[in-house]
């Protein structure tokens, strides 16, 4: 049965009341917490991108796709980048292609299209005629990766399709598809069988009948391996008739390849490129084919070691198109051969490996070179000499996140490809910036979890301690070498004790334990995997191809050590066994196994989180994502492992990657999805969707943060929900309509005393600036009041729906798009979040302006009201006469130290000034109103005890005021 929340009469339009009946599930109206609201922080740096197109007749004009962060435009060549694909239901995208003839239509593949053991996949083909101003959902969408497509130079309609399908498991849809009605039906024109998935397509640029494609037949298997599985089935391919019939190219390429990339030269199409990844059991080679006659023959050109490596995962190749032997080629750098592949020279690349994935060469200018890469986009209009920016794509790949207890506090976590990044969650100049995040010393795949007794230290990776104040990062592994006896994989969780914080576990086969911060360590568990796991039959075809047959073994994958009982710590591995001890400060802890029934091998425990209330709750997330189940895994135990509760009702069908309880409502869970962030108001009884503003991207991991929820998306960075506090009274009060606010911090909107950052510079988002205050209404109300009292009863503030805006600012000298829109109190039904910006009343005044500390549509006018005093306030929300009160308490910024004497000398001498301008604005006396005007900004421009000057300039101001008298 479930109980809903609805509309009732008891208190005009603000109360929402419960169903009478018996309630088994809560299903809370996602209307009650719609004005919630997701703020991206950082960091400010690319992530995995591999699919690129430009617009030949329209140079500045790109479009990139992050692998797991949605598709991006730019029209200024790669300045600034904008999200055109947020409203969609994945943001896994591996392909792009911009009809040539028509560059309004753009097609787009989702899945990454490779194969690699950290991929999402995605859902068919979408297609956009405007743009990317909107798209629809085309078909094959069980195909899951879509590795490239290719649209007729003529006909916008006729396109192409690479269907590399399921990245761990056999997929009916695999193969290569034709569309001659712009994706309205598809006809697979190119099949072997479920085993073997088209990878590669490329359409003669003269003859549209004409087309390439390449076949590739891999596996990825659910235990971390260095590369795909592969059996025989890969091939390069032609067709003469449009693509109806096929022959293998065989002449010069090796009998038994990989995965191969493609590409006709546009002056002679008689020259084709081919590179392909021969098999040789983990050898680098890879190697350069090109032809004179159109495929018929292929001569090996090149094989050095610099492009031998990675062809199963980097390699994409192009050719200019106005000199059939300059050609590109993509790897850990990008190459460019002038002489038809014999020889190479890197044009961009670094140490540690940018590894590039596409490049696109404008057809109508070939100075105009793109690239994708596991760093992001950068474009070079100069042919190579110069390259744009990927410190402008807010597209980080995170696997997990934590945070610190400082105020501000530190998120951090493991970026792919990159390294690892803390991001600060407030910035000083009213947003993150540039400024406000810095590495944090760990492997890009990794844990980064702050030292809870030492600020500023971090341990990350496998094991790496970080010190912050002297960007130094030390190597404190326990495995200091390479070892039979322990076995690591790219994630390896990291915990702290929550009653002995010097204790620190890692997990690799075993639980490590460390009480010096890594100088040294001991094994406090046997091995904890399987020790014979069986091989899936999702892998059973390319099992030939495993050198060590199937004898992988596992590695721990989870550690949650009890909030509730001293020495209780559970343990996940990634081969589907969950463990306990509750003797974990013992010196040889005793282990249980108490796997749920339903977990078999290869069955990924993702996270575990151990209950803040109750030592024997604990909720485990399960990705069977490797054995080719999309389905969402979420199991619950009281009984510290007896029994099992699998809780899944209402979650999408996505691979669950973290479940969390909150702090405070043990009813209320979050969970981390594959498509989202998902929520429970019932203990796991029903899940319903949290995503709100969030883009739809993969969610690897989720902590609740006082009163935030912080997330780490694979594909956009660092994600904060600000003040969750209206979930926790919805999880336990059907009446509620005005809810408790939380704690609010008098902190500055900015203490930026510089000329502001230029709207172009990538920027995250600041909390709001203020008391958030958040009501809800059952029906539309005529009128809404928010009052704010001190504790004297004085009225400091009070907003109403019927507050007229503001007049534009006269003589503006600056762009309007600085300024923060006004808001009132929303009168319509649901829910409503307004910020209280802690501030008295703004004065009469007769100059108005936007001030230095400006951010981009969020800068308020000056003068501003007097920053109100700490301490308790009354909140009053009036509906249709009905009156609501509540208590909020303001505290102060804790890295201020100034005594509360000259906060209240500060204090009273900034209302001494407000009153000041508003006796004086509008009379002859224009000169003392803007002396004041500027005094106030003197006297509140810090938290600090105003000097003697200052009071004597109020003084001498008032009596001013007093001489010369309003007229």
Not at 712 to 734: C, K, M, Q, S
Not at 890 to 908: F, K
Not at 926 to 931: E, P, V, W
Request: with cysteine; charged share 20%; net charge neutral.
């Amino acid at each position: 049965m479930y109980r809903r929340l609805f509309a009732a009469a008891t208190f005009g339009a603000l109360v929402f009341s419960a169903s009478p009946a018996r309630a088994e599930v809560t299903v809370v109206s996602p209307g009650l917490y719609q004005e919630l609201h997701w703020r991206f922080i950082g960091p400010m740096r690319g992530g995995r991108t591999v699919a690129i197109d430009g617009v030949a007749n329209e140079p500045n004009v790109f479009y990139i796709a992050a692998v797991n962060g949605g598709i991006w435009k730019t029209q200024d060549a790669g300045r600034t980048w904008v999200p055109i694909f947020d409203g969609q239901s994945t943001a896994s995208i591996g392909a792009l292609a911009v009809a040539p003839s028509d560059p309004r239509i753009i097609y787009a593949g989702s899945g990454e299209g490779l194969q690699r053991p950290d991929l999402s996949v995605g859902n068919g083909i979408y297609k956009s005629s405007d743009g990317g101003a909107t798209w629809t959902h085309l078909g094959l969408r069980d195909g899951q990766q879509i590795g490239s497509m290719a649209v007729d130079r003529t006909n916008p309609n006729r396109l192409f399709v690479a269907v590399l399908g399921h990245p761990y498991g056999p997929n009916a849809e695999r193969g290569l598809y034709r569309s001659l009605d712009g994706g309205a039906t598809f006809t697979r024109v190119l099949f072997v069988n479920d085993n073997v998935g088209a990878f590669a397509v490329a359409i003669d640029p003269r003859d549209s009948n004409v087309v390439y494609a390449t076949l590739w037949a891999a596996r990825q298997a659910p235990w971390e391996i260095g590369a795909s599985f592969e059996i025989a089935g890969s091939g390069v391919f032609k067709s003469t008739d449009g693509g109806t019939t096929w022959a293998q190219l065989r002449d010069g390429i090796p009998a038994r390849i990989g995965r191969s990339e493609i590409a006709v030269a546009p002056s002679n199409p008689q020259i084709v490129y081919v590179y392909a990844d021969v098999e040789a059991k983990g050898d680098d080679s890879g190697a350069l084919y090109r032809s004179t006659d159109a495929g018929a023959r292929f001569a090996r050109v090149n094989d050095g070691d610099e492009i031998a490596q990675r062809g199963d995962d980097l390699v994409s190749i192009a050719v200019d198109p106005s000199d059939a032997n300059t050609v590109y080629l993509t790897n850990t750098s990008t190459y460019r051969s002038s002489d038809g592949g014999h020889t190479f020279v890197a044009i961009k690349g670094a140490p540690g490996g940018d590894d590039y994935h596409t490049v696109w060469i404008n057809p109508q200018n070939p100075n105009i070179v793109a690239l994708a890469s596991d760093q992001g986009a950068t474009i070079s209009v100069d042919r190579g000499a110069t390259w744009s920016s990927w410190y402008n794509q807010p597209t980080a790949q995170i696997f997990h996140v934590n945070a610190d207890q400082r105020f501000p506090y530190w998120v951090c976590g493991g970026q792919q490809e990159s390294g690892s990044a803390c991001v600060v969650s407030r910035g000083e100049w009213g947003e993150t910036t540039e400024r406000d995040w810095h590495t944090a010393g760990a492997q890009e795949y990794g844990y980064v979890v702050p030292d809870p007794l030492h600020s500023g230290i971090f341990f990350g990776g496998k094991v790496e301690k970080f010190d912050e104040r002297t960007g130094q990062a030390q190597e404190v592994s326990p495995i200091a070498l390479p070892s039979k006896r322990y076995r690591v994989i790219r994630t390896e969780p990291i915990a702290f004790d929550h009653f002995d914080r010097r204790r620190l576990y890692f997990g690799a086969n075993v639980v490590f334990l460390t009480t010096n911060g890594g100088m040294s360590w001991r094994a406090i568990s046997p091995d904890l995997t399987r020790a014979h796991p069986a091989v899936p039959s999702a892998i059973a075809a390319f099992e030939p191809d495993d050198p060590q047959r199937g004898t992988h073994r596992g590695v721990v994958y989870a550690l949650a050590p009890s909030y509730a009982r001293r020495g209780t710590v559970w343990a996940g591995t990634d081969d589907g066994l969950v463990w306990i001890t509750r003797n974990a400060f013992a010196g040889a802890p005793q282990w249980k196994n108490i796997t749920p029934p339903q977990s078999t091998p290869w069955s990924k425990i993702a996270q575990i989180d151990a209950s803040r209330f109750d030592d024997n709750t604990a909720f485990v997330a399960v990705n069977r994502f490797r054995l080719d189940d999309l389905r969402p895994y979420v199991f619950i135990t009281h009984d510290g492992g007896a029994n099992w509760t699998l809780a899944v009702n209402g979650l999408p069908n996505a691979p669950v990657n973290a479940v969390r309880q909150d702090p405070v409502e043990p009813r209320l869970l979050y969970a981390a999805t594959e498509n989202g962030v998902a929520t429970s108001f019932d203990g796991g009884g029903h899940w319903q969707p949290l995503q709100l503003n969030l883009p739809r991207t993969s969610v690897r991991d989720l902590i609740v943060h006082g009163n935030d929820v912080v997330v780490a998306t694979h594909g956009r960075g660092f994600w904060i929900l600000d003040d969750v506090e209206p979930l926790r009274e919805l999880a336990t009060n059907a009446h509620v309509s005005f809810f408790q606010p939380a704690l609010a911090y008098r902190v500055r909107r900015s203490v930026n005393t510089d000329t502001p950052l230029p709207p172009e510079e990538p920027t995250g988002e600041n909390p709001p600036d203020g008391a958030i205050l958040d009501y809800a209404l059952a029906s539309p109300a005529q009128r809404v009041t928010i009052s704010i009292f001190d504790s004297t009863g004085r009225l400091v503030r009070r907003y109403s729906s019927a507050d007229a805006a503001p007049a534009r600012i006269p003589h503006l000298d600056k762009p309007a798009y600085w300024e923060r829109p006004f808001t009132r109190p929303a009168t319509g039904a649901g829910m409503h979040r307004f910020v209280w910006d802690l501030r008295e009343t703004a004065p009469h005044s007769l100059q108005q302006d936007l001030p230095i500390s400006a951010v981009p549509h969020r800068t308020p006018r000056v003068p501003e009201g007097p920053l109100v005093l700490p301490g308790r306030y009354a909140v009053a929300l009036e509906v249709g006469g009905r009156r609501m009160e509540r208590t909020l308490t303001v505290a102060m910024d804790p890295r201020v130290r100034i005594s509360r004497t000259a906060l209240v000398e500060q204090y009273g001498l900034a209302m001494r000034l407000v009153g000041i301008m508003n006796s004086t604005a509008g009379s002859s006396s224009r000169r003392i109103t803007d002396q004041a005007a500027a005094l106030l900004d003197t006297v509140e421009g810090a938290d600090a005890a105003p000097t003697r000057q200052a009071a004597e300039a109020v003084r001498s101001l008032e009596g001013q005021e007093s001489a010369n008298p309003k007229r």
